[in-house]
């Protein structure tokens, strides 16, 4: 161990003198209500007297380091073992404020209720956690330390507990606070206090980091991996089960690709076009706050279905948060699911989203090609969210900005596409809903030999499988995304009852200088990290490009080795379906069959999508 001084061993003395008698075992603090409010039954469950040997507590009650400080008194806290630590004005500037819940890939964390320069973390070393729940995931909101300076990551191991008296190991990695990804950071900040009293403009970082589970087990303790080693340090602010998304199916959805100006929205209303796969008798809504450097307010928010235009059937049924209030703030890097609401979602049909921004917003993040018509009100016009008519609808907009998903009540769950300019359907008729995805939901639809599975867009136009594009986070034209491996966990894994992922990307990457070789790692690691998740697995092969100014010959070969690999399957995939056999040219394999090009020979046009489509065997969507 690096360093462990008196305070820490004194706080773990006092708590295995605690989770020794059972009358402090067997009582739920009031901190421990507010925590989870979800969790109160089970924390009581799990709190009732127990054997001696089970020492685990709540978290709160093993923090034994100071992150945060007051900008004036950094000397308050030490983070690293050097005296630099988070400012507390930062995060509130991001929203993070002491004791805010944050909803981060879907999991129920929480910014830990501690005044800054009072210990707010723990330094993982074998302690037992006290954590009930039930789910597919176990999430901590986490970064790693040296006092050496910016590293990479921390890794180490620990043990999940369940109810039954089962176990199951897992490894949690986390980004260094200062010289991990941005590209997967929870939220960056723009300082780092020092006990000197030097602010450094440099962005560190939080993460959350999600470990499997077994599924259909309750659980009831989670082991904290033992301290890394003399270099870096596990810091957990919060652990919390991410729970399934029973009785729900995602019906729409879009990935966020960048964060990008958008020339000073304040007090407007969005009118967001979407198309729906499945329906369901209820619905709700999903917004996301990625790369964010500050909070959204939402107003109001309402849905409809599409009558023309910006025009709804009828009036618009009004969403609510939070269990009932007509708004909320999302904090930097977080998302917001609205309540439940009764509303017959059809299926295969154009709805409308309406969401009032009453702040400015100089910034957000968006799905770039939407490839659909959406409007915008004059600034300043207020909220329009309950208006039928689209009158008041005068600018339009042809991205998706915060909106990422639509889900409704019911269903077998949800097939995700992951993909890149291909799967987002660039070169398809605008508004006319041509991509793949598309036809392969009609298609599911349309029969009843396997579930009428929602089809789940995550097709970002240029994305790569091994390297970002955009790096995750600052404002910024480029909306290609971070790469399918960091966007995994929000855009799969986190995806409402997701089953199975479709992996049809790879193009991009062998174009721009990746080697076969990597993408093929790519590859394996998504699908590995998906299995380990309980999601099936489909994967598809690359199509050629032969035509467009930058597939060469050597990018051709890099595809076809691609490809090779991906036929060959070894059982790393639980299907394989061979897009590039579907619309290359027979007669000249590296190029595209001309009735499929969409004419710049590397996308394919209606034409081609609607083949890609209609080729897949539904049944490999199931397992």
Partial sequence: MRRRTWTRSLTILVAAVSATAPTLVATATAQDRTRHPAQTAEAAQTAQPTAPTDHALPLERLFDNRAVSNDADPSAADFDGAGRSLSAQDLRAAGWAPGTRLDLDAAPLRLPDRAPGRPDNVIADGQRVRVGGHGNALSFLVAATSPRGPAEAASGKGTVRYRDGSRSSYTLTAGDWRGGPLATKAVALPHLNTRQGDQLEEKVKLYAVTVPLERGRDV???TLPKDPGPDSDLHIFDVAVRPEATGWTGSWAASTGGYTGTG??????????????????????RLENTFAAEPVRIGHASIAVQKDGAAAHRRPTPL???????????????????????????????????????DPVPAAPVHSKALQRSYLSEGGSGDRTGEAGGGAFTRSLIMWPFLTGVDVQGGPGSVVTLGDSITDGVRSTEGANRRWPDILAGRLLAQSDVPRFGVLNHGISANRIVTDRYPGDGVSTDTAGVSAQHRLERDVLAQTSARTVVLFEGINDVRWGASAEEVITGMKAIAARAKERGLRVVVATITPCEGYHDCTAEVDA??????????????????VLDFDAVVRDPSHPARMLPKYDSGDHLHPGDAGLRAIGESVDLRLLAS
Wanted: proline fraction near 6%.
């Fill in 320 to 358: 609510t948060f939070d269990g009932g209030h007509e708004g909320t703030r999302i904090p930097a890097g977080a998302r917001a699911v609205s309540d439940p609401v009764g509303f017959d979602v059809p299926s295969d049909t154009n709805l409308l989203v309406s969401i009032h921004l009453p």
């Fill in 264 to 285: 000073q929205w304040r007090d407007q209303t969005l009118r967001l076009v979407v198309h729906t796969s499945a329906g369901g008798p209820r619905a709700r809504i």
């Fill in 558 to 575: 890099k595809r076809t080795k691609v490809n090779a690999f991906v036929r060959e399957n070894g059982g790393r995939f639980d299907a």
């Fill in 220 to 222: 009831h303790s989670v």
